[in-house]
């Protein structure tokens, strides 16, 4: 039998704007692509659901605009999901749905349970640290105290990252965007999270460097067993990280299996020309 997924996600729900009669009822909605034609309230992501397998890589692909960030921003808790339920199975946390946790709750879920590497480095990285400084501070605001044990944590994690120690001191923004992506996977798994999150990582990074990038997640995925989600619109990266995948249209799932077989026999007409374009 398998495992108990580690993280399930249910029916997750995210619109922008009001909405109206003619779209806030999902029985009559008829929505043009993911917003309603009607009063222009955008559905970024409905009906949403999937399970997370400890170890294993989740890959989430779709065009821009399908909902991908929204949906990884809502798990995260940066922004506030309007419908759905999330589960974590750590002992602390079973059987709660813990998009209704208080903020305390939800921050003790973002020190010790997620991490999170942003597609822009701005969003994961204080600019104005240095880069051992950002990897302390996270550590610090998961109640690490000891000095020291932070400053030899931080170096191991940004030698696993391929930072050279001598740049420690310096701040990310004189960093190349591969090296700040590092930066942000160091600060990312410095309280050793079960669950990490990565959106779009690789995206605007040069050939050579999305491949070192890529190289690096395979090899932490391979040493620490982290269950990863990991969001892309390039289905080359996902056939490089991922076991299983879902496939995003419009604010929802249109597609989910083995990613061989995703790759093998798409079903979906979208997911069809995804997969010829890759050839
Ligand atoms: N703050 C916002 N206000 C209004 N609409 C938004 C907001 N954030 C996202 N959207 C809309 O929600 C939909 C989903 O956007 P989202 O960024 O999640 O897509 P994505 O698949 O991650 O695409 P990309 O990779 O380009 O970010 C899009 O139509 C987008 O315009």
Redesign the pocket.
Known sequence: MREQPILQVKNLQ?K??EGCQHCLDPEIRQLE???CPYCGT?Y??HDVSFDLYPGEVLGVV????????????GLYFD?ELAAGEVYINEPMLASQNVLTLSSQQKRYIRNYIYGMVY?NPLDGLKMKFSSIGNIAEKMIAAGSRNVGNIEARSKALLEDVHIPLRRMKEEPRNFSGGMQQRVQIAKALSNNPPILFL??VT?GLDLSVQASVLDLIKQIQRELHISMIV?S?DLAVIRMLADRSIV?LN?TIIENGLTDQILEDPQHEYTQQLVYSLL
């Open positions: 995210k922008f704007g692509k993911n917003f955008i970024a992501v779709g065009e821009s605009g399908s909902g991908k960030s929204t949906m990884l921003q922004i597609q959106d779009e995206t969001v619109h995003m604010g």
